[in-house]
């Protein structure tokens, strides 16, 4: 059975830092692609950022790119998000996610299997 379980959201002032981890089982994490993607309140899904397999290759959104970096650790099967300079508008519950086949993509329908969501509160 997949399981992708988020943690390391929580509520932050304008302009803290937080690190999301997101741990694998029950999959080749090394061989997926690994992304982020959040929803806030009465929005659609929306893509956050990926990166690939190896490492090598990312994408961030427009909205949180000098913001936010991706990393992963394969041997731990851990994706992680560090988030600074946080904005209001960063409120959303997170998700990660796993996509093999579509390389690095910014769609939610390329991913195979979805985490249940952290919830990231950033107060004014």
């Known amino acids: 059975q997949v399981q992708l379980v988020e943690s390391g959201g929580g509520l932050v002032q304008a302009g803290g830092s937080l690190r999301l981890s997101c741990t694998a089982s029950?999959?080749?994490?090394?061989?997926?692609?690994v992304g982020w993607f959040r929803q806030a309140p009465g929005k659609e899904r929306e893509f956050v950022s990926v990166?690939?397999?190896?490492?090598?290759?990312?994408l961030f959104a427009d909205s949180v790119t000098g913001r936010f970096t991706i990393s992963r650790d394969n041997a731990k099967n851990t994706l992680y998000l560090q988030m600074n300079i946080l904005k209001p508008e960063d409120t959303a519950v997170y998700y990660c996610?796993?996509?093999?086949?579509?390389?690095?993509?910014?769609?939610?329908?390329?991913?195979?299997?979805w985490g249940q969501g952290t919830q990231v509160t950033v107060s004014s």
């Open positions: 990166i690939s397999w190896n490492g090598v290759s990312t």
């Open positions: 996610a796993a996509s093999i086949g579509y390389g690095t993509s910014k769609l939610a329908a390329s991913y195979n299997y």
């Open positions: 029950g999959l080749a994490f090394s061989s997926y692609a």
